[in-house]
């Protein structure tokens, strides 16, 4: 099994940062994709970031130039640093990544448990 951990949610000011992080574990042979969703209420969940694990990015036009995704292959661990924060970004964030576990070696789809992020005026 493997579990994807989010930490770096909170409430914040428009125009402030925040940075989240989404630690996995368990039994990892290797990690492909990683990214990051959100969904705000009465929304449905959509794409805000990703990267491969030859660290090639995609943002959503929503966030280009704002977020930055990055990651960290010995840690299992990808970043989301959110700068100039908008109150339409307020959302539950979510990590997403594609995992090959080991024994026997497969490839599966995991999601964090979520983070909330408040962008208050």
Known sequence: QVQLVESGGGLVQAGGSLRLSC???????SINAMGWY??????????VAAITSGRRTNYADSVKGRFTISRDNA???VY??????KLEDTAVYYC?????????VHGYNYWGQGTQVTVSS
């Open 96 to 104: 997403n990544a594609d995992v090959v576990v080991t024994t026997p």
């Open 38 to 47: 959100r969904q705000a209420p009465g929304k449905q969940r959509e794409l």
């Open 75 to 77: 840690k299992n661990t």
């Open 23 to 29: 630690a996995a574990s368990g039994s990892i042979f």
């Open 80 to 85: 989301l640093q959110m700068n100039s924060l």
